[in-house]
């Protein structure tokens, strides 16, 4: 008991230090698309240092940023300012991950959360059923469906809340790989526009294209159309204005049925690695920052907003080095390659972090050969 306390007041205290220590500068970067790297300096009080107009510049100019008024620029540099502070916050607080500046840094909390995440209600559909409980014990150290043709590159969601339809045709994606061998990039532009899935009990749970949705909802409705189009034959265009185009005699990949993962990250990983990549919610507060490395925060909700594909799993050391090699998820996000490690994002596992095994589900595709 008297060990147990003692372990306990040395974690808060170092804890507390993560939080609280103030360095005299610290270096934040994300990449561009040439050889240059964007460095923030930020000093002790969290303010830019040699130039925060500058930095703004490269920032505009690596993501392609314009705005309409000067009072538009003058308003977006100060939140541009605010967010660097905030990615400083991020760095104490998950110091395995690089947090910095992101396509996002010129959006307040609240404009993120409302533009580009979207989940809706968090209802179990009818149709779901419980994953059966898969055997654990051989399987393999680290795993990763892109090795293995299973998942379609990063796309790019827009300034569109329509995450929940990427997590629900990368899962698709990945089980008609696994049921056909071939791999298809299927329309989020038909689950925007069609799909209005709804609960009767559940006032506001609709599926609701740019307004958010929720992934076993979509698999719902993909079971009862009969099935998704192509990215092709129904391109994405991020607005939910459009009308309903699906076409039943285009169909390309068909939902057999899906299933609701326990939260137990061993029976995750048997799940991924038997039956491919997975749609996954998560709480995605640390995202609008991060930068690359293992995200594993000593603080996060677990309020999901975010929907999400796991393709794979792995572990690795980071600095500093008194800290132990850490196992993580990893995750296909849906805002481009430019965010993140590619487009793709790690997370921590062994302690539901931010979520991430609160709702996992899986899906099966009926065994049909897609005619080009």
Known sequence: MHQSFSFFIVFSFLFISAISSETETETLSVRSDGDQLIRQVVDGDGELRLGAEHHFSLFKRRFGKSYGSQEEHDYRFKVFKANIRRAKRHQKLDPSAAHGVTQFSDLTASEFRRTYLGLRGLRLPSDANKAPILPTDDLPADFDWRDRGAVTPPKNQGSCGSCWSFSTTGALEG????????????????????????????????????????????????????????????????????????????????????????????????????????????????????????????????????????????????????????????????????????????????????????MVSTVAAVHTTFQQ
């Not at 056909?180 to 609701?208: K, R």
């Open 175 to 358: 089980a008609h790989f696994l049921a056909t061998g071939e791999l298809i990039s299927l329309s989020e532009q038909q689950l925007v526009d069609c799909d209005h899935e709804c609960d009767p009990d559940e006032p506001g749970s609709c599926d609701s294209g740019c307004n958010g949705g929720l992934m076993n909802s979509a698999f719902e409705y993909t079971l009862k159309a009969g099935g998704l189009m192509t990215e092709k034959d129904y391109p994405y265009t991020g607005t939910d204005r459009g009308t309903c185009k699906f076409d039943k005699t285009k169909i390309a990949a068909s939902v057999a049925n899906f299933s609701v993962i326990s939260l137990n990250e061993d029976q995750i990983a048997a799940n991924l690695v038997n039956n491919g990549p997975l749609a996954v919610a998560i709480n995605a507060v640390y995202m609008q920052t991060y930068v690359s490395g293992v995200s594993c925060p000593y603080i996060c909700s677990k309020r999901l907003d975010h929907g999400v594909l796991l393709v794979g799993y792995g572990s690795a050391g980071y600095a500093p080095v008194r800290m132990k090699e850490k196992p993580y998820w990893i995750i296909k996000n849906s805002w481009g390659e430019n965010w993140g490690e590619n487009g793709f994002y790690k997370i921590c596992r062994g302690r539901n972090i931010c979520g991430v095994d609160s």
